[in-house]
């Protein structure tokens, strides 16, 4: 049921009447707002100063404190300049417009991005992507030395990757030496901003993105290619090196070692000989007839010893087979037959053609024939 409804007076939104049904007393107000106005017209004294309190005790309890949260300070400007620094709570102040408390956040991390194309050292042009992140530290500098941080932490910057990039040529810029350019920058960007008393603290400098110009691009990514190429080729240089030169070295150590052994060898057995001699020598002097006959005996006990030895038991002769060569390099020539009663070894020749009367003839690879009884020197 509606609240205007008849018999619902209960519901009178105003609860006046307790059921009689009258709408709110709007003329009741109107005089009251019209007798106030009268004895202000009339100069009441005490009607102005009564407005005139409550609005300065309004005025003084609403704008004459301020909250400053945990991560902000306060800054407390009189008249527009600058009079003190708050930190986070809370704080009295004297109302506006005689102070204003501007609030600066210290924590937070602001940054500024660009792209810009820039003239190297050898005169190309690349294309610079760079990003700046700083804090405030004072904040005073940085409300009232500034009149646009962003602005001029981002000219700054400019500025100073501007001289970074012209001072490098473009090889290096290229190359993968971003670490060095990112500390240079960001050591002279503080520099510069120190030296117009920001208040600013740079905490990190990023090199985003340096390319050349798309005009160009096709041309510098064969260039780099090729550097990668010879990078690549140079390590496998580098590792091939690493392989070959120690096994080189070994070999290198191993041949001088069998050269200092065989060095040693050969002396010793050269000075072993040269005692040996002596000592012959001493005996020939004493018994020159024993010993050239002991030493002749010797030599023939070798060369019998390493050559074959036929026997003539004809006419008791022993023959000694030499292995006479038949020409330079020729392989020695064994005996092939033996011809009873002629006293000789004769050898086939090598075409093995038989001379007239049966007989083979000598050939230069005869063997010699010595009696029983020869001749000593």
């Known amino acids: 049921m509606a609240w205007n409804e008849p018999g619902g007076g209960r519901r009178d939104p105003w609860g006046r009447g307790g059921g009689s049904g009258k709408g709110p007393d709007f003329d009741a107000w109107l005089r009251r707002l019209r007798q106030m106005l009268a004895g202000l017209r009339g100069g009441g004294a005490g009607g102005i100063g ?47 417009p005689i102070e204003m ?14 792209k810009q194309q820039m003239l190297t050292k050898d005169e190309n042009i ?43 040529t473009m090889d290096t810029i290229l190359s993968g030496q971003g670490a060095a350019m990112v500390v240079t920058t960001q ?22 993105n340096i390319a050349p110009p798309a005009e160009v691009k ?36 191993r041949i001088v070692a069998d050269a200092q052994a065989y060095q040693a060898s050969s002396e010793a057995h050269a000075q072993g000989e040269a005692q040996r001699f002596l000592l012959m020598l001493k005996q020939y002097q004493a018994a020159p007839q024993i010993t050239r ?34 020409g330079a390099g020729a392989a020695p020539a064994a005996p092939s037959a033996l011809i009873p009663g002629a006293g000789a070894l004769l050898q086939r020749s090598p075409s093995g053609s038989t001379p007239a009367g049966g007989a083979s003839a000598p050939s230069p690879g005869i063997a010699a024939s ?8």
């Open 101 to 114: 408390v501007r609030k600066v956040d210290m924590t937070s991390v602001r940054s500024v991005s660009d």
């Open 370 to 377: 010595a009696t029983t009884g020869g001749e000593q020197p």
């Open 187 to 208: 050591r002279d960007l503080q520099k510069l901003l120190d030296s117009y008393h920001a208040g600013i603290t740079i905490t990190e400098v990023n090199f985003q």
């Open 293 to 326: 006959k002991w030493l002749w005996l010797q030599t023939i006990e070798k060369v019998m010893a390493a050559n074959t030895k036929v026997l003539d038991e004809n006419n008791g002769r022993n023959l000694i087979y030499l292995p006479l060569k038949s």
């Open 218 to 253: 096709d041309a510098f990514d064969d260039v780099n290619k090729a550097r990668e190429d010879k990078q690549r080729i140079e390590n496998e240089a580098k590792a091939y090196a690493s392989k070959i030169l120690p096994e080189a070295r070994g070999q290198a150590a």
């Open 50 to 96: 009564t407005i005139v309190v409550a609005l300065v005790l309004a005025w003084l309890l609403f704008d004459s404190w301020t909250v400053v949260n945990t991560s902000q300070v306060g800054v407390v400007t009189r008249f527009g300049a600058y009079s003190s620094t708050v930190g986070p709570g809370f704080h009295f102040v004297l109302p506006r």
């Open 126 to 168: 690349v294309q610079v992507d760079f990003n700046v992140q700083y804090q405030v530290n004072n904040a005073e500098q940085y409300l009232f030395s500034l009149q646009d941080p962003d602005a001029t932490v981002n000219q700054a910057a400019e500025s100073v990757v501007r001289r970074v990039v012209g001072a490098s």
